[in-house]
């Protein structure tokens, strides 16, 4: 029983985590109306880049990955929109047109991170290391921070999204893109800084769970997935439902990997997709796939 | 009004190359054309023609002739998976998956239960179409970029599964190996006599071919026209997206499984290896290279590839590389590959200089687009 709860607490650490990444996908496509096919290789690089940092040539305090990577990461993702996405906005068929070039950019990336990094595994040392006991229950410093970084920069967002005058413009944007050109937001910019925050999302997902995951070149392909089947399962464009699914999948996976090894997680995500769409087919929350 | 619909139809060749979806409807009264030479036509025989005659030029070059063989595996692919993206616009990112699982069949059918191997192709072909449909029951009815999500989870949740599927015979990671080869009466295909795995591909590859240009200038291909052109309109005629869809996902699932069917036995082994990223951006840059919608230009597309692929050997990690940013160049500045190329070139010089009878233009004079779904909606009318 109370390893069960152990394992809750571990699922709901790395539900609170994927949320992160998911909602940066789904917050792309919401604004920008971009499936970005490229967000695995993104989660790829911010790891790595991390890793650069805090193991293989800076070693700096692992604290401050996170302030160096992520403008790194939000630069990027700005960039990839203006060079790769932007030129495409005017085509007849922008969905399949970006879904092409980003699978490309997701290859290119990927074998990129291969030419330079070598094929073997890297991994990240734990932020802390440790583990405190509350009530019974042993739960590892390392789960703490995680939690609490995850935390910190879902609030960040939500304040982000809710507050600020560009928080404001991106939901604008989100519900009614021609509306909000008349009303005066600078649309092609919008859609720079959504893609440039979800690139950064992303990257912090990379940093949180590389030290639970060994770093490979082509490693972000399954978070990539991950995002896919939660953001599905939750609604797309939908941010509570990705709460929600983010949360669900993630206790699933840390119960299965528990009971039956991490192999049978992505069966089982997939099972549960499946099941959710079969009762509500555009996802729990989701209205943007129903038809007509 | 039946006749629209059921007629051989499309001016195929004669398109403004836009994507597939949008070439323009027949007009009532105009001749029958699926079986006239035109680009379609004139591409498969000028391809079956040649394939037919180069091992007389090759001798007994089994490397070329292996090579040729893999690219008509994935020339068969690369056309069926182009009947959905290019002519149905369904973005299905889960057709390796169906290769997947016909070569899955046959092999396991083949080792773990003995049966001939002549029977795993139609197996792996009806598995294949049973599968896509299956996929398809879900996801086709969710708007269009729902189904790419969800066909790429299949796709990446497969190979998973198959790892975790030793209990029914799937061999795990290391998959099935050796793979039974075809025999013939008493003869028995080996690897080191390319010559009759040759001509039994060439079949295969045919039967893509034929099957793909009949189902794109035939009910299906006008039923997405018509689809495109005007929904409502199509719908008013009794054409439900969702059933001519799954059909044609099905029979798209149909020619990749048995494709898939006989690479196993081809190339001796399955494994999971064949779900990897590698294969998947090699399919899709031969679908892009060759032309989205732009039959038969997606197998034109596979052929270049595989001889490049090949050619780069040496640079091997830069070729992936290379190959990313190419898809990312030909999107960005050629989304309508070689064959849009072709017929570009062509379109431009028959405007130049070929004065062309009022009706039977390059483009320009027939009804296109949205306007064709107008222009049959008046006829109908009056």
Same mark, same amino acid.
């Given at each position: 029983m109370r390893e069960f709860i152990e394992v809750l607490i571990t699922g709901f650490t790395i539900g609170i985590v994927y949320y992160l990444v998911a909602v940066g996908f789904t917050l792309c496509y919401g604004v920008g109306r971009v499936l970005n096919y490229s967000y695995g290789s993104f989660f790829t690089w911010g790891a790595y880049l991390a890793w650069v940092i805090a193991v293989g040539y800076?070693?700096?305090?692992?604290?401050?990955?996170?302030?160096?990577?992520?403008?790194?990461?939000?630069?990027?993702?700005?960039?990839?929109?203006?060079?790769?996405?932007r030129p495409l906005r005017n085509r007849p068929e922008f969905d399949f047109s970006v879904l092409l070039a980003t699978l490309g950019l997701a290859v290119f990336l990927d074998n990129l991170v291969l030419v330079i990094f070598g094929p073997r595994t890297k991994s990240l040392p734990a932020f802390l290391e440790g583990s405190i006991t509350v009530g019974g229950f042993t739960i590892s410093w390392q789960l703490v921070a995680m939690f609490i970084f995850a935390l910190v920069v879902a609030v960040a967002l939500a304040l982000f999204m809710a507050k600020t005058r560009t928080g404001m413009s991106m939901r604008a944007v989100a519900q009614d893109p021609m509306g909000a050109r008349i009303v005066g937001i600078p649309l092609y910019r919008v859609f720079a800084i959504t893609f440039g925050i979800s690139t950064m999302l992303c990257g912090a997902g990379g940093i949180l769970l590389?030290?639970?995951?060994?770093?490979?070149?082509?490693?972000?392909?399954?978070?990539?997935?991950?995002?896919?089947?939660?953001?599905?399962?939750?609604?797309?464009?939908?941010?509570?439902?990705?709460?929600y699914a983010s949360f669900l999948l993630g206790i699933l996976e840390a119960i299965v990997g528990w009971q039956l090894g991490l192999l049978w997680v992505m069966p089982f995500w997939f099972i549960v997709l499946f099941a959710i769409l079969l009762v509500r087919p555009a996802g729990l929350f989701g209205a943007i796939g129903r038809k007509g | 009004?039946? *006749?629209?619909?059921?007629?051989?139809? &499309?001016?195929?060749?004669?398109?403004?190359?836009? =994507?597939?979806?949008?070439?323009?409807?027949?007009?009532?009264? *105009?001749?029958?054309?699926?079986?006239? &030479?035109?680009?379609?036509?004139?591409?498969?025989? =000028?391809?079956?023609?040649?394939l037919a005659l180069l091992p007389l030029a090759l001798g007994d070059s089994n490397y070329t002739m292996r090579l040729l063989v893999i690219s008509m595996i994935w020339g068969g692919v690369a056309i069926a998976w182009d009947l959905l993206l290019g002519y149905a616009g369904i973005f299905n990112l889960g057709q390796i998956g169906f290769f997947a699982i016909g070569a899955y069949t046959s092999a396991m059918m083949s080792e773990n239960l003995g049966i001939n191997p002549w029977w795993g192709l139609a197996a792996g072909a009806v598995t294949g179409a049973i599968v896509a449909v299956l996929l398809g029951l879900p996801s086709l009815r969710l708007a269009g970029i729902y189904i790419a999500l969800l066909t790429l989870a299949f796709y990446e949740v497969l190979a998973p599964l198959l790892t975790v599927g030793q209990a029914i015979g799937t061999g795990g990671k290391r998959g099935i190996s050796p793979v039974t080869p075809y025999s013939i009466g008493g003869y028995e295909f080996s690897g080191g006599q390319q010559i009759p795995w040759y001509y039994l591909a060439l079949g295969l590859f045919?039967?893509?071919?034929?099957?793909?240009?009949?189902?794109?200038?035939?009910?299906?291909?006008?039923?997405?026209?018509?689809?495109?052109?005007?929904?409502?309109?199509?719908?008013?005629?009794?054409?439900?997206?969702?059933?001519?869809?799954?059909?044609i996902v099905g029979l798209s699932g149909l020619l990749t499984g048995m494709m898939g069917a006989f690479y196993a036995h081809y190339t001796g082994v399955v494994s999971p290896r064949v779900l990897g990223l590698e294969v998947f951006i090699y399919l899709v840059i031969m679908v892009l290279l060759g032309g989205i919608g732009k039959f038969p230009g997606p197998a034109i597309g596979a052929f270049i590839i595989i001889f490049v692929s090949d050619w780069l050997r040496s640079f091997d990690r830069w070729r992936l590389l290379i190959f990313g940013a190419l898809v990312v160049i030909i999107v960005m500045l050629a989304p309508q590959?070689?064959?849009g190329a072709v017929d570009s070139v062509r379109d431009a010089v028959r405007r130049r200089f070929v004065q062309t009878p009022l009706g039977d233009g390059p483009d320009g004079d027939g009804p296109e687009g949205p306007a064709a779904g107008e222009a049959q909606a008046k006829e109908t009318e009056s």
């Amino acid at each position: 029983m109370r390893e069960f709860i152990e394992v809750l607490i571990t699922g709901f650490t790395i539900g609170i985590v994927y949320y992160l990444v998911a909602v940066g996908f789904t917050l792309c496509y919401g604004v920008g109306r971009v499936l970005n096919y490229s967000y695995g290789s993104f989660f790829t690089w911010g790891a790595y880049l991390a890793w650069v940092i805090a193991v293989g040539y800076a070693q700096l305090n692992y604290f401050l990955v996170f302030i160096v990577v992520l403008p790194i990461m939000f630069l990027f993702g700005v960039a990839v929109d203006q060079v790769l996405i932007r030129p495409l906005r005017n085509r007849p068929e922008f969905d399949f047109s970006v879904l092409l070039a980003t699978l490309g950019l997701a290859v290119f990336l990927d074998n990129l991170v291969l030419v330079i990094f070598g094929p073997r595994t890297k991994s990240l040392p734990a932020f802390l290391e440790g583990s405190i006991t509350v009530g019974g229950f042993t739960i590892s410093w390392q789960l703490v921070a995680m939690f609490i970084f995850a935390l910190v920069v879902a609030v960040a967002l939500a304040l982000f999204m809710a507050k600020t005058r560009t928080g404001m413009s991106m939901r604008a944007v989100a519900q009614d893109p021609m509306g909000a050109r008349i009303v005066g937001i600078p649309l092609y910019r919008v859609f720079a800084i959504t893609f440039g925050i979800s690139t950064m999302l992303c990257g912090a997902g990379g940093i949180l769970l590389a030290p639970r995951f060994f770093m490979t070149p082509l490693g972000g392909w399954t978070f990539l997935v991950k995002a896919l089947i939660i953001v599905i399962a939750g609604g797309l464009g939908s941010l509570r439902g990705t709460l929600y699914a983010s949360f669900l999948l993630g206790i699933l996976e840390a119960i299965v990997g528990w009971q039956l090894g991490l192999l049978w997680v992505m069966p089982f995500w997939f099972i549960v997709l499946f099941a959710i769409l079969l009762v509500r087919p555009a996802g729990l929350f989701g209205a943007i796939g129903r038809k007509g | 009004m039946s *006749d629209q619909m059921t007629g051989p139809d &499309l001016r195929t060749g004669e398109t403004s190359s836009k =994507g597939g979806a949008r070439r323009p409807a027949q007009l009532p009264g *105009d001749r029958p054309k699926a079986l006239r &030479l035109n680009r379609q036509t004139g591409t498969m025989i =000028g391809l079956f023609v040649v394939l037919a005659l180069l091992p007389l030029a090759l001798g007994d070059s089994n490397y070329t002739m292996r090579l040729l063989v893999i690219s008509m595996i994935w020339g068969g692919v690369a056309i069926a998976w182009d009947l959905l993206l290019g002519y149905a616009g369904i973005f299905n990112l889960g057709q390796i998956g169906f290769f997947a699982i016909g070569a899955y069949t046959s092999a396991m059918m083949s080792e773990n239960l003995g049966i001939n191997p002549w029977w795993g192709l139609a197996a792996g072909a009806v598995t294949g179409a049973i599968v896509a449909v299956l996929l398809g029951l879900p996801s086709l009815r969710l708007a269009g970029i729902y189904i790419a999500l969800l066909t790429l989870a299949f796709y990446e949740v497969l190979a998973p599964l198959l790892t975790v599927g030793q209990a029914i015979g799937t061999g795990g990671k290391r998959g099935i190996s050796p793979v039974t080869p075809y025999s013939i009466g008493g003869y028995e295909f080996s690897g080191g006599q390319q010559i009759p795995w040759y001509y039994l591909a060439l079949g295969l590859f045919l039967v893509c071919l034929i099957v793909g240009y009949f189902a794109i200038n035939s009910r299906f291909g006008t039923s997405f026209i018509a689809l495109h052109d005007s929904e409502s309109f199509a719908q008013s005629l009794g054409i439900s997206r969702y059933k001519v869809s799954l059909l044609i996902v099905g029979l798209s699932g149909l020619l990749t499984g048995m494709m898939g069917a006989f690479y196993a036995h081809y190339t001796g082994v399955v494994s999971p290896r064949v779900l990897g990223l590698e294969v998947f951006i090699y399919l899709v840059i031969m679908v892009l290279l060759g032309g989205i919608g732009k039959f038969p230009g997606p197998a034109i597309g596979a052929f270049i590839i595989i001889f490049v692929s090949d050619w780069l050997r040496s640079f091997d990690r830069w070729r992936l590389l290379i190959f990313g940013a190419l898809v990312v160049i030909i999107v960005m500045l050629a989304p309508q590959g070689i064959m849009g190329a072709v017929d570009s070139v062509r379109d431009a010089v028959r405007r130049r200089f070929v004065q062309t009878p009022l009706g039977d233009g390059p483009d320009g004079d027939g009804p296109e687009g949205p306007a064709a779904g107008e222009a049959q909606a008046k006829e109908t009318e009056s």
